[in-house]
């Protein structure tokens, strides 16, 4: 971080505000550590934990218990929308043991070193795998978690919505449709829209190498939110930023005064997204 801020005010007029961006940040601890080099400010977009890299099968929490081999077939059976028969692989391999408290306690460890790297300030949402109810015991002093919330950062509004919308993937932070709904209602208008998902436009839902795209029936995969949409519409900030779609169609694209922007898939590229004012 550069400077001397409160809350991302600059102690020198003359001087720009810059903010790095970061979501699906998925176990990256190196790069997130240097991912405020630089900045005012770090914005991190949720998803901080791993429990399956769909591209390297080796990483993540699952298989750290269960081994690459099942890794490997899991993958193969989720890729394959064959959600029963990943079901009862999960049920069959997790026989006999303790699931919530493997997971949790592999959550904690990531959590731990993933809270630990975050530069102050920083100024943080949940993603739809993220597990809010261990945040507190790792957040510190300098890191300010938001949901359904606002902050100033130099100067501009920001406004975040954390978590993701209910899918077949059942992960561990989805809510329904209306709650998410009151979550950015009370924003209100603000100059920057953060969140995990994308608004619903196609374009930003569709996913080029998972296939997978927002259809209008029950078994959604990658959703938008309508909610986020029609706050754009009627409140038009300047910029709404999100992550979720790890390899999306379009990254940028404008609605009406809004710049529409997925920030990247952090895990993977190890590089903050910049907005400098």
């Known amino acids: 971080m550069r400077g001397s801020r409160a809350h991302g005010r600059d102690t020198t007029a003359t001087r720009r505000t810059r903010v790095h961006v970061v979501s699906d ?32 099968h080796a990483r993540g929490i699952f298989p750290d ?24 692989l999960g049920r069959e391999l997790w026989a006999g043991r303790d699931r919530d408290a493997a997971i949790l ?29 261990l945040w507190p015991e790792y957040a510190g002093s300098g890191t300010t978690v938001l949901d359904g919330e606002r902050v100033e950062i130099g100067g501009r509004v920001f406004g975040f919505v954390g978590g993701g919308l209910r899918t077949p993937m059942n992960t561990p932070y989805e809510i329904s449709d209306e709650e998410y709904a009151a979550k950015v209602e009370a924003l209100g ?11 619903e436009v196609p ?5 080029t190498v998972a296939r997978r795209f927002e259809d209008t029936v029950a078994r959604r995969f990658e959703r938008g939110s309508r909610a986020l949409l029609d706050a754009i519409h009627r409140t038009r900030p300047r910029y709404a930023l999100f992550g979720h779609v790890h390899q999306p169609l379009v990254r940028r694209m404008r609605i009406g005064a809004t710049e529409c922007v997925n920030v990247g898939h952090f895990a993977a590229t190890g590089r903050p997204w910049v907005l400098e004012w």
């Open 25 to 56: 940040v998925h176990g990256n601890t190196e790069a997130l550590a240097r991912a405020g080099d630089g900045a005012d400010a770090l914005v991190c977009l949720g998803d901080l934990v791993l429990f399956l890299d769909y591209a390297d």
């Open 203 to 207: 374009e930003l839902t569709y996913d």
């Open 65 to 88: 218990l269960f081994g690459a081999a099942n890794a490997d077939r899991l993958v193969e059976l989720r890729t394959a929308r064959r959600f029963e028969e990943a079901r009862a």
């Open 105 to 133: 306690g592999a959550v904690r460890k990531q959590y731990a070193e993933m809270f630990a790297a975050m530069p102050t300030p920083t100024y943080a949402t949940y993603g739809n795998v993220d597990v809010p109810a």
């Open 189 to 199: 208008p603000v100059d920057v829209l953060c969140s995990h998902i994308p608004p």
